[in-house]
């Protein structure tokens, strides 16, 4: 049995022992996702659409003798036999990095009315997907993609539309066909879509064709060079954290609880058998005597001391209280723990 003023240099209490690794683990968790932060690279995604086309005349026609008109002019739509529409997509990763792509063309046939309000703003009578000229699907492990495709647009068709519905409303309305090219890339971490268009009016006798949307775009995303097992450290730390937190707390509430009732218990002692009891500030030295012995029970320490005519000594450290009675070269000592 040590002396109880030396109970101070015991080992970490539960408790602090609960804390301290609730501590550790909130550092790991933000250390690592510090780290796992600044491990990130950025990712960068450029893509390319480009749209060419050429106007063919129609053969035999008096007005154009070359078989065909290149980009940017006016064309007549008397003379046109077709267009020759050639679609070019390119995309690039700055590092390698599984995309799935959505590569989508169609033909959207749209009708305009004039309107007053607002003034110069058209409404929209039509705007309808009249054929899907490709729609497919592909996975490529490296991110890039590169594809192509050649579409010959005879206007015949969509202008007969055209007239139909106009006579059918009764009214002036414009026409107009849309060729879009839609690319979507996706993986966990992007999501981007590059969508150019082609305009091509259809009411007029005479008609310039209009390219719509950015031919080049670029886009951004985080991609850890790391693996998962960061997210792993943090949920891991952070459940250890968390365990170790609630049983300090646990612990700290039983701690508290405790040491009310053994509080309780030394003063009702104290108080009812004060007669009995001398308080003493000199702490006891166990090893002074040979043979100590530790009493569970007040009760017996009580008869022991009526038993040899001694009275109780109690002194009181900040950790323990300890009730004691030496006989001879025995010390015979009831204990009760502040600090469980």
């Known amino acids: ?54 106007v063919h005349m129609r053969p035999g026609n008096s007005v154009i003798r070359h078989p065909y008109l290149g980009m940017g002019l006016t064309y007549a739509f008397d003379i046109v036999d077709k267009i020759a529409i050639d679609h070019t997509y390119q995309s690039q990763l700055s590092q390698p990095a599984p995309l799935d792509y959505n590569y989508q063309s169609t033909i ?135 365990c170790a937190l609630t049983l300090g707390l646990f612990l700290t509430h039983k701690q508290k609880r405790d040491r009310l009732s053994s509080r309780r218990k030394i003063d009702s002692i104290l108080r009812n058998y004060r007669e009995q009891i001398i308080v003493t500030t000199t702490p006891v030295n166990p090893t002074a005597y040979k043979e100590r012995v530790a009493i569970k029970d007040f009760k017996e320490m009580l008869k022991l001391a009526i038993s040899i005519d001694k009275p109780i000594m109690f002194y009181e450290a900040k950790q323990a209280a300890c009730f004691y009675v030496p006989k001879d070269s025995t010390l015979y000592a009831y204990i009760v723990n502040l600090d469980q």
Do not use: W
Request: glycine letters at 4%.
């Open 1 to 54: 049995m040590k002396d109880i003023g030396e109970t101070a240099r015991r080992s970490p209490s539960p408790i602090r022992r609960c804390f301290t690794v609730a501590a550790a683990g909130f550092t790991l968790s933000c250390v690592v996702a510090i780290l796992h932060f600044l491990s990130a690279d950025t990712t960068h995604m450029t893509s390319r659409s480009t749209i060419d086309y050429r």
């Open 108 to 242: 959207s046939f749209i009708a305009q009315a004039p309107r007053n309000n607002p003034p110069g703003e058209p409404a929209v009578i039509v705007d309808e997907i009249i054929q899907t000229l490709q729609d497919t699907r592909s996975q490529q492990s490296d991110g890039q993609l590169q594809t192509s495709q050649q579409i010959e647009l005879d206007l015949t068709q969509y202008r007969e539309k055209y007239l139909e519905i106009k006579s059918d409303l009764g009214f002036t309305i414009t026409g107009e066909i849309r060729i879009d090219f839609t690319v979507h890339a996706q993986n966990d971490d992007l999501d981007h879509t590059h969508t150019r268009s082609m305009i091509v009016p259809i009411s007029e006798p005479y008609f310039q064709i209009q390219l719509e949307g950015d031919e080049h775009q670029s886009t951004g995303h985080a991609a850890p060079r790391s693996s998962s097992l960061g997210p792993i450290i943090i949920i891991t730390s952070s459940t250890i954290t968390l």
